[in-house]
């Protein structure tokens, strides 16, 4: 068989990545999956593929891009809605067509986001050890704790840990009208004293 097939596989985690690859080659290449649906459905297969044969890294490329693919998906979708709403061709059928194939890929792009939240609970599970060694001699240096948090960032911890380990980042909150209220009572205080100033009969008044 090897003499027929010199790159054949020789274990199961080879064989399942030679299945992938075969996938994502058809994926690239056949008509079939210019589909979205049955593109995302591929992928979800694929990334179920590279998770048994412990390639994690494969396996979030491609949960990635169900995502990123299902949100283009769904914008256009509304642009196609609003497109044939103005133009009077959005009747109850069309627009029933629409949505189902929207539900459809709400639906697969929630499947891929629950696997993608077990791959990265099983990094946190690894990472954490040493994101809390690492967190505990920053702090004994003395280090801010943005500064910490950005450290962890470029040590490519996931996201999710670092916010478990140091909690939310702080922002000073502002409120936008409070913010223009404030504007407006310090340019009224300075027309008045400037005024106070320029005037010296109102100072008079005054006194």
């Not at 959005?90 to 891929?112: C, F, G, P, T, V």
């Not at 690894?126 to 001699?137: D, L, N, Y």
């Not at 909690?167 to 205080?189: A, C, D, N, Q």
Request: charged content about 30%; glycine content about 4%.
């Amino acid at each position: 068989m090897e003499k027929l097939w010199p790159e054949i596989p020789r274990s199961e985690a080879e064989c399942l990545i030679k299945a992938a690859k075969y996938y994502e080659e058809a994926y690239q290449s056949h008509p079939r999956y210019a589909d979205i649906i049955h593109a995302s459905e591929l992928m979800i297969l694929i990334s179920d593929i590279y998770l048994r044969a412990g390639d994690e890294a494969q396996a979030m490329k491609s949960l990635n891009s169900v995502m990123q693919n299902g949100q283009k998906f769904r914008a256009k979708q509304q642009e196609l809605i609003r497109r044939e709403k103005e133009a009077g061709k959005l009747n109850m059928a069309r627009k029933a067509q629409i949505d189902a194939q929207s539900n459809r890929i709400n639906l697969l792009m929630e499947k891929a986001g629950d696997m993608r939240q077990v791959i990265i609970k099983k990094r946190i599970a690894r990472q954490e050890p040493k994101a809390k060694a690492v967190v505990a001699k920053l702090q004994e240096r003395g280090m801010d704790p943005g500064d910490i948090r950005e450290k962890l960032k470029e040590l490519k911890f996931e996201p999710q840990l670092i916010v478990k380990l140091l909690g939310e980042p702080k922002h000073i909150k502002f409120p936008s009208i409070m913010f223009i209220l404030h504007i407006e009572k310090t340019k009224r205080f300075s027309s008045f004293f400037n005024r106070f100033v320029r005037d010296p009969l109102l100072l008079v008044q005054i006194l």
